[in-house]
T-cell receptor, first 113, second 117 residues
């Protein structure tokens, strides 16, 4: 079945540092890939998505590229801000499971001023 | 409303008590999902509705868990005889009608945090 393996945290960075969170997946068929973010005290929000191989999703300075050859969807941001402190979840959906999302365990990111 | 809403936001139950968690999806969204998120973990799929039909309940952990969506809009997740291991955040998500190709974005509510004592 579908599964997602996500880099363990917590990750602590200084403002303006480079952030990368690794995500790899196992799936049958052709899933879509997502990054969701959960800010403190808030619900899950979609950060970005990619629906096919070599697609790049981007939003709020974050980027991730759907790499079928390495089954990866790593999240990157070139210069983080304190407001990026949150829990980040990698997820996949579709493929052989046409509807449900499979999530990674989440990575807690703390950015210090 | 503009987004998915859930109520109550917090629920404390004594072990053995029944609870009911409500989800109001985005108006017009056909598909609705329930997920369970244990502390420090990612959400895990529980069940899925398309309109009023429950098409998949394979993620429900036991027969104490029951979900319904009788009119194809509001959904209720009921947990009977709650146990301590049921303590988690219960998330609801809704999706627009499927379009051709690709996985549609699920929009999540704020969740209900259930604590069973």
């Amino acid at each position: 079945g579908n599964s997602v393996t996500q880099m363990e945290g917590p990750v602590t960075l200084s403002e303006e540092a480079f952030l990368t969170i690794n995500c790899t997946y196992t799936a049958t068929g052709y899933p879509s890939l997502f990054w969701y973010v959960q800010y403190p005290g808030e619900g899950l929000q979609l950060l970005l998505k990619a629906t096919k191989a070599d697609d790049k999703g981007s939003n709020k300075g974050f980027e991730a590229t759907y790499r079928k050859e390495t089954t990866s969807f790593h999240l990157e941001k070139g210069s983080v801000q304190v407001s990026d402190s949150a829990v980040y979840f990698c997820a996949l959906g579709g493929g052989s499971n046409d509807y449900k999302l499979s999530f990674g365990a989440g990575t807690t990111v703390t950015v210090r001023a | 409303g503009a987004g998915v809403s859930q109520s109550p936001r917090y629920k404390v139950a004594k072990r053995g008590q029944d609870v009911a968690l409500r989800c109001d999806p985005i108006s017009g969204h056909v598909s609705l999902f329930w997920y369970q998120q244990a502390l420090g973990q990612g959400p895990e799929f529980l069940t899925y509705f398309q309109n009023e039909a429950q098409l998949d309940k394979s993620g429900l952990p036991s027969d104490r868990f029951f979900a319904e969506r009788p009119e194809g809009s509001v959904s209720t997740l009921k947990i009977q005889r709650t146990q301590q291991e049921d303590s988690a955040v219960y998330l609801c998500a809704s999706v627009q009608p499927w379009s051709s190709g690709g996985q549609e974005t699920q929009y999540f509510g704020p969740g209900t945090r259930l604590l069973v004592l």
